[in-house]
């Protein structure tokens, strides 16, 4: 099997020891090329040493005639994922990822891009995992399943032999260690550990001879569980408690944090973390908070955790909650996560899901679908038994939040029903509080995906009558109005909206409030509010024709790409009034640059709806270039999209009325008015004049055209009511449609 790998590049994490070191060693042998990927770290935990542990294995593959190159960076942290994969360089190469059943989601999410790109590439993805894991790749054409058995007698002898060395008396006791382990190399390496401990051998590793000439069958641990707990049970009591406080922490933990829930000074824990190296039960690492360990396998965590009392685990996870709380990067969002797990697991659950609905918010920025599921386990984690004020509270928003989040991921009217309802009555019955403003604000953004818009607008106008004494969170409703305004068609009272918004921003800015609403402050929203009221203003006036106003807001919106102002939710309406804009302009260049733009944020965020309007801006890209049967073709898509994914079904009616003008524009007179017919009585039910307006005057043209009659009083009475509503909503952007369609309609009928 020599030079099997010649020529290719493989790229291995966690090779700076153990199993990922063993793989690193194996590669370079078959003439690979290797990345050699660890996070590093030096033995005290104080930071890397002058040589980190991917180079030293770097250093091992060229002592032995092999080419490798150390690589830093994280998997969890696309840029450098990214990184990595340049390391690996255009030749054929292979990625590495062990033990997936211990991902969380969020890694979870990053390896599935990982894997779903590889398809066709000259990138081999190798992944291993325990058969209870479910993998979610099974259905990929690219996607290749190799289970994989226990060891044969004959290859875990031999690696049974390494571990101990090759003298001839110690045979029956390799036999008697492989057949033991089942096969498994970590069991038969443990195993080797208890014989060593127990004097049955004396010596070192890969030298080990008998204690003694005559032979007795050893009593051995009956499984690799029990033969750690051995381990651990044997430790001074000091290490012990050190480990088992990392243990509770998690599978890597900073070294700062488990000194101050141990409570031991830093000298004291530099010792028993490199006497705990030393054992090969934890090994050196970089975390994102510093420097700190991981455990050499994650059975020893798991096996350290679990032998502790329930009562001490409880407390120990309540230590370190607090301790979290009392750090720097406790205030931060993206550990709230971390602090709920651990206040429920000390059973504080009240803590747990203010922490959780904390992280709900920020994790919906870039992930409905989690933001979600940690909405609905917040619920879960509040209980429905009678509760102090504060608590109630929290369930409503809870029940909020499952709505906010619930409408961006198709949630059906069935699931979130109990919800809606939990939130309006606690709005109503909270409607001195400011809790009750905030429920009844998202309650009715979610009514609005599927009911009338003017109902959306008067429960914005009963949410800003509650007594509210909380700036941002005023601000957040008017915006939430403005957006009523918008989809009722009332673009005037929409911007009248947006700028009462801008000014409650500007006084709760001069009061001394100097973060981003919705991103530093309490939880309105999970993006910045300011921003998406400019970009809602913005699309406003390029409806209303003033162009000049609206541009200014635009640039704005796109000079924040690249700060942590951006969120996908927001910056697609900026690029949708840009199409839009585009479009009355004749620039379908322009047009086409903008759409692809939403479509990107559409498959970067992955949430439903904007997949929707990233095909409703492709379709009015190729209205404008006159590719109008493909357009069709994008709206018709996008209407079975919103019927597939129940997602954005707000914009149903603005679809199908441009889905109408397509078909018209493509000479399908009879199929433009009917679909334009279904529109009108759905934008007449959901309150969408807007969207009326565009298929009220596609109707008339199409049953004018299609009847071939000079005097049509039904399509006269069409375009009068679109006139009507033209003047109503001041759409100024559908007046050249109007007349497109009226002097399109006279040509045919001359």
């Not at 918008?486 to 009248?496: I, N, V």
């Not at 949430?607 to 379709?619: D, K, N």
């Not at 399908?668 to 008015?673: Q, S």
């Amino acid at each position: 099997m020599a030079n099997m790998l010649k020529g290719k590049v493989v790229l291995v994490t966690g090779a700076g020891g153990g199993i990922g070191r063993e793989m690193a060693l194996l590669a370079a042998k078959e003439g690979a090329n290797v990345v050699v990927n660890d996070l590093g770290g030096a033995v005290d935990g104080e930071g890397s040493g002058n040589t980190t542990p991917a180079q030293k294995v770097c250093d091992e593959i060229a002592a032995a005639g092999g080419k490798a190159v150390p690589n830093g960076d994280s998997v969890a942290d696309p840029a450098g994922a990214e990184r990595m994969v340049k390391a690996a360089g255009p030749r054929t190469s292979v990625i590495v990822f062990e033990d997936l059943h211990w991902l969380d989601e969020p890694s979870q999410d990053f390896l599935e891009t990982i894997v779903e790109a590889a398809g066709g590439t000259n990138f081999v993805v190798v992944l291993n995992y325990r058969p209870s894991w479910r993998c979610p790749w099974l259905a990929l054409p690219h996607y290749r399943q190799l289970p994989l058995a226990e060891l044969g007698s004959g290859d875990i002898n031999g690696l049974v032999r390494e571990l101990t060395g090759d003298d001839p008396a110690l045979e029956q006791m390799i036999f008697h260690v492989g057949r033991q382990s089942d096969g498994n190399p970590f069991f038969a390496e443990e195993l080797v550990r208890a014989l060593a401990r127990s004097g049955l051998l004396t010596g070192e590793r890969g030298h080990y001879r008998p204690a003694s000439s005559e032979w007795h069958e050893p009593v051995l641990p009956p499984t690799i569980e029990a033969a750690i707990g051995a381990r651990l049970d044997i430790l001074p009591e000091r290490e012990k408690m050190l480990l088992q406080v990392g243990a509770v922490i998690g599978k890597e933990f900073p070294a700062a944090l488990a000194r101050e829930v141990a409570g031991i000074s830093e000298g004291a824990a530099r010792e028993l973390f490199s006497d705990l190296c030393d054992l090969d039960l934890i090994k050196a690492s970089t975390t994102v908070h510093g420097p700190g360990f991981a455990f050499h396998h994650p059975l020893i965590q798991e096996v350290g955790y679990a032998m502790q009392l329930r009562s001490r685990r409880i407390a120990l996870h309540a230590a370190v909650a607090d301790a979290i709380v009392q750090s720097d990067w406790g205030y931060l969002d993206e550990f709230a996560g971390l602090l709920s797990h651990h206040y429920e697991a000390a059973g504080k659950m009240t803590a747990a899901a203010r922490q959780l609905i904390r992280s709900a918010t920020w994790v919906g920025r870039t992930n409905a679908g989690e933001a979600l599921r940690q909405s609905k386990k917040t619920r879960q984690l509040l209980g429905s038994q009678s509760a102090p004020r504060d608590v109630e509270m929290m369930r409503a928003l809870a029940s909020a939040s499952v709505l906010t989040f619930g409408w961006r991921v198709g949630m059906t009217a069935d699931e979130a029903g109990p919800y809606a309802e939990e939130a309006l009555r606690y709005a109503r019955e909270f409607a001195d509080d400011e809790a009750g403003p905030e429920v009844l604000m998202q309650y009715g953004r979610f009514k609005a995906s599927t009911g009338s818009a003017d109902a959306y607008a008067a429960l914005m106008e009963e949410a800003l009558a509650m007594p509210a004494t909380d700036l941002g969170r005023i601000a957040t409703i008017q915006g939430c109005l403005a957006q009523a305004h918008w989809m009722s068609g009332f673009l005037l009272k929409a911007e009248a909206a947006c700028d009462a918004a801008l000014r409650t921003l500007t006084i709760h800015y001069r009061r001394g409030f100097n973060g981003i609403v919705g991103l530093d402050s309490p939880p309105y929203t999970s993006f910045d509010v300011e921003l998406w009221i400019k970009c809602l203003k913005a699309r406003i006036l390029v409806w209303l024709g003033r162009f000049d106003d609206a541009n200014i807001l635009l640039d704005e919106a796109f000079r924040v790409e690249g700060t942590n102002r951006e969120a996908s939710v927001v910056q697609y309406i900026a690029y949708l009034a840009s199409v839009e804009l585009a479009c009355h302009r004749n620039d379908s260049v322009a047009a086409h640059r903008h759409a692809a733009r939403i479509q990107a944020y559409a498959d970067q965020s992955d949430i439903p709806y904007l997949q929707v309007y990233a095909l409703f801006a492709t379709a009015r890209a190729k209205i404008c270039s006159n590719a109008c049967a493909d357009a069709v073709r994008d709206l018709q898509s996008s209407l079975e999209f919103v019927a597939a994914a129940n997602a954005g079904r707000e914009h149903q009616s603005h679809l199908l009325a441009e889905l109408s003008y397509a078909q018209y524009s493509s000479g399908l007179f009879d199929e433009a008015a009917e679909t334009a017919r279904t529109a009108i009585e759905m934008a007449r039910d959901r309150h969408h004049r807007t969207a009326e307006c565009l298929a009220s005057m596609v109707h008339g043209a199409g049953i004018a055209v299609g009847k071939r009659t000079v005097v049509n009083l039904e399509a006269q009475e069409y375009f009068g009511r679109a006139e009507d509503l033209f003047r109503q909503t001041g759409a100024v952007l559908l007046a050249p449609r109007l007349e497109t369609l009226r002097a399109d309609m006279k040509a045919h009928l001359d």
